[in-house]
């Protein structure tokens, strides 16, 4: 059954709020998609804090030209899983990346990231950085390292002056 006018402008309403809360946004290419593979995926999704979402291609592309995004359904091609990344602006690159792996018929098409559409490439590069969480445990660790050297310094000198010391007293024994 077709969807009213006003159905579809709540689909186009509903798509641009998301568009608004979101870091990034990858769009894929899916021939082929089961429910099997919607079901892991969305699960997947679920853990990482990325939503998934297939609309027909005239909504998505209302929905991006209502927040000002220049997209056409030339860009957009096949049918198109939207994949919005709430929370990490990584998530929802490399769940796609991985998804699409070792299946020929599902393909990232482009995303959005910082407002600006990207390319299917720029999106796998994304896919190939660090997760936030891995970014600032190595930023962490990298402003430690200084203070741990300078604490290791500080012990070494006091540790020979303890072996100085049980030399002494081992050579008056």
């Known amino acids: ?3 009213t006018r006003v159905q579809k ?14 870091k990034s946004v990858v769009f894929t290419s899916v021939a082929g998609y089961t429910m099997e593979d919607a079901n892991t995926l969305r699960e997947k ?3 990482v804090g990325v939503e998934l979402l297939i609309a027909k291609k005239s909504l998505l592309v209302r929905a991006l030209e209502k927040n000002g995004f220049p997209i056409t359904r030339d860009d ?7 994949t919005f990344g709430f929370d990490d602006e990584v998530a ?19 995303g959005i990231l910082e407002g600006q559409f990207v390319s299917k490439e720029a999106i796998q590069q994304l896919a190939t950085l660090p997760s936030r969480e891995q970014l600032l445990g190595q930023l962490v660790g990298t402003l430690n390292a200084p203070i741990s050297g300078f604490v290791n310094v500080l012990a070494g000198n006091l540790r020979k002056f303890v072996y100085v010391l049980s030399a002494i007293k081992e050579a008056k024994a």
């Open 76 to 82: 957009l091609e096949g049918s198109i899983l939207t």
């Open 45 to 47: 999704g679920r853990s």
């Open 9 to 22: 402008s709540e689909i186009v309403d509903g798509l641009a709020e998301k568009l608004t809360s979101m």
């Open 92 to 110: 929802a690159a490399k769940l796609m990346a991985e998804f699409s792996k070792g299946r020929d018929t599902i393909s990232i098409v482009g």
């Open 1 to 3: 059954m077709p969807k």
